[in-house]
């Protein structure tokens, strides 16, 4: 996983509230083994839609999706994150995440940028009334601001993920920096109990 300290880009406007993972990412995407390639199924059903937000020019390149409260509900799916990733967000913004979907997201390197509903509507309606704005998402400082319309607001982070985020940290990294504890731990056992080879 990719550090992430900071982020400088511009939005999407995903207007609508309770978006489920289904809705993220249908399920018969589910099938695929590999965890790449989800960018393609990112909010299929909408995207049949011509005027869905995805399919306007004028939101190509974007990497921070700006959506309505209770996003990521449903069913546990971290392809879900995997589609958002996939497709090029590095961000979303929201007044409320499911939590699942919020773990997955931080674990995946996808920051979830929690902030109060008034402070999202004023980010959704600057960026549906200019899409070229850009958005700071500040991991370091666990800040977001929009210096275009004079708007600088703390989000909720706690010191655990941030670490992880700003030190590209998965469950896997995590793991590893315990490596000599377990190595020492491992070495104590008894022979005969079974052992993880090097």
Request: glycine fraction near 6%.
């Amino acid at each position: 996983m990719d550090a992430v300290r900071e982020i400088v880009a511009r939005a999407v406007p995903l207007e609508r509230s309770d978006v489920d993972t289904d809705q993220i990412i249908p399920s018969d995407w589910l099938k695929r083994v590999e965890r790449t390639g989800f960018g393609k199924g990112l909010f299929s059903e909408w995207r049949e839609q011509s005027d869905f937000v995805l399919n306007q020019d004028r939101h190509n390149g974007a990497e921070i999706l700006v959506a309505g409260p209770n996003f990521g509900t449903g069913s546990s799916r971290e392809h879900a994150v995997w589609a958002l990733q996939d497709y090029g967000f590095r961000a979303v913004i929201s007044s409320r995440f499911a939590d699942i979907f919020r773990n997955n997201a931080l674990k995946g390197g996808l920051v979830p940028v929690v902030v109060s509903q008034p402070v999202v509507d004023r980010i959704m309606q600057a960026v549906i009334d200019d899409a070229s704005i850009e958005i700071v998402i500040d991991v370091v400082h666990r800040r977001v601001a929009v210096p275009s319309i004079d708007l600088d607001e703390p989000f909720e982070l706690d010191d655990h993920h941030r670490h992880r985020l700003l030190n590209g940290l998965d469950d896997i990294a995590l793991t590893q920096l315990r490596e000599r504890e377990i190595g020492a731990f491992e070495a104590q056992r008894p022979p005969w109990l079974p052992r993880v080879e090097a």
